[in-house]
DNA sequence: GTTGAAAGGCCCTCTGC
DNA sequence: GCAGAGGGCCTTTCAAC
């Protein structure tokens, strides 16, 4: 076949097919998961069993991974939202990072590429949880050095959204 | 009263009283929003009535923000996440920034304090529409620099979660 | 894919306790 | 706060097209 040939192709193409109309569900329900067949239905102009289907496909495919409340963080006593940088020596951090997943503060770790090494998503109840979770990591072996971004104001929190051209990049 | 003798007591109380039957709650809804108010009464020892009442109490008062479906990156297209820190000289950027909200790439848009002063989080198909994003921060006035972090793997990424005890940090 | 219909489940409310 | 019962909406499936 031309598959390889092609320099135009990516080197992973997804295995699940998505087409504009499952793009178009996606974002409706990434938005509000509470809305109804009959509703989404009527924005892609299907029926309800038919949105029921693609739905459960979507689901079974893993393309939608759940379906969660979202909570505002100071509501329910955590006001202090920062990121964490960590800069390791090597990469035997990897173990002790991932037992902070089990504190509830914790909202996301990821390993980056760059100046830095782990970047952790953490919201608080204040600046004392903050310095005993930085307290915690210093004593991780082979930390460098933490940098922490305090973040002052949120302007805009939500989850991935599929783009809804395949050549645009936007709306 | 001896509330402003007290040095414990916070600045800013939570003007919503949440009980740890709500924050037991929250947690099961912020993990998995489908449960049947039976399932979640049972967690709580409570009838299902009890618990409809109190989750219509957390949704009036703006705990409960909304119900979304989580989506897999990389399933959608968008296997690309990277944290990108604009720093700027004055404030001028806001407006120019916030705008950056219409597009589907950009989940999250924080000021932050520290050496930089927007925080974005951005999912995308790949590295040329991030080339694409940065051209277009460069293009605003006043940034001074912009420093990006392309992230390799994500071990945990999730919403909010309340604590579970008053003087507890964990589980 | 569609329409129509039917069964079942759960939400939600209301009533008393 | 509990218990129980009822109405109604919606999901979900099945038929036939």
Same mark, same amino acid.
């Given at each position: $076949?031309? =598959? !390889? $040939? ?9 295995? %699940?097919?998505?087409?504009? %109309?499952?793009?178009? /569900?996606?974002?409706?329900?990434? !938005?509000?998961?509470?809305? =109804?067949?009959?509703?989404? *239905? !009527? ?16 689901? +079974?495919?893993? %393309? ?10 100071? =509501? ?15 990469? #035997? ?26 970047? &952790?998503?953490? +919201?608080?109840? #204040? ?6 979770? &930085? ?16 973040? /002052?104001?949120?302007?805009? !929190? ?9 050549? *645009?990049?936007?709306?």
């Amino acid at each position: $076949m031309a =598959k !390889e $040939m092609n320099p135009v192709k990516r080197d992973r193409p997804p295995p %699940v097919s998505i087409d504009d %109309v499952d793009r178009k /569900l996606l974002r409706l329900l990434a !938005e509000d998961a509470t809305r =109804k067949y009959a509703e989404l *239905g !009527e924005a892609v102009h299907l029926t309800a069993p038919a949105v029921h289907e693609r739905v459960k496909r979507l689901k +079974r495919d893993g %393309v939608i991974t759940g379906t969660v409340a979202t909570l505002d963080g100071k =509501k329910i006593g955590c006001p202090l939202l920062a990121f964490i940088h960590v800069d390791t020596d090597g990469w #035997g951090l990897t173990d002790s990072v991932l037992e902070l997943g089990g504190l509830a503060d914790v909202e996301e770790i990821h390993s980056a590429a760059g100046d830095t090494c782990v970047i &952790l998503k953490v +919201r608080m109840r #204040g600046t004392q949880d903050l310095e005993a979770l &930085l307290a915690r990591i210093y004593r991780f072996e082979g930390v460098r050095s933490i940098r922490s971004h305090v973040v /002052l104001n949120t302007y805009l !929190e939500r989850g991935p959204k599929p783009e809804i051209e395949i050549g *645009g990049s936007a709306e």
